[in-house]
């Protein structure tokens, strides 16, 4: 089975978009995300000189735009955004380092009218890497914001 692109679903563009592929879509229920980081990724040189590790916020973003996609690919939500509401019990248990790739993924566990709550869960090469209770609103996209 073919799954869209991820900007086919949500906004995120680079350099801020942190998924390659869409490895599982299930509307509304849960998604699974793919995205292999880039050795040579601005952020790397300064996160720390020598000893580059992904940034765990940009983890926590990338399973974020992974639960975007579960939640953005309802019909009644497409064209919209979702934002963050909060981030709960966020744990990191390795680090995540250039060339390696991320295995995310995001259920729902809550969706009620335009906020929500998702479990999500970060790998890399099976072990967990982060895992985090993510909640967000959804929101129409402010056209005056466009550039």
């Known amino acids: 089975m073919s799954h869209p692109a991820p900007t086919e679903v949500i906004p995120h563009r680079d350099p801020f978009l942190f998924l390659d592929e869409v490895v ?3 509307p509304g229920r849960s998604a699974r995300a793919r995205w292999t980081l880039p050795p040579d990724a601005p952020f790397l040189a300064g996160h720390f000189p020598g000893h580059p590790i992904l940034p765990g916020v940009i983890i926590i973003e990338a399973l974020a735009q992974t639960g975007a996609l579960a939640v953005l690919s309802l019909p009644e939500n497409q064209g919209k955004l979702a934002l963050f509401a909060g981030i709960e019990k966020a744990r990191f248990r390795r680090p995540v380092r250039p060339g390696e790739t991320l ?17 999500a869960v970060a790998r890399v090469d099976g072990q967990v890497a982060c895992q985090a209770t993510l909640r967000f609103a959804v929101t129409d996209a402010d056209p005056s914001a466009a550039g």
């Open 103 to 119: 295995d995310l993924e995001c259920a729902l566990t809550r969706h009620r009218g335009p906020v929500g709550e998702g479990q």
């Open 24 to 26: 599982a879509l299930e």
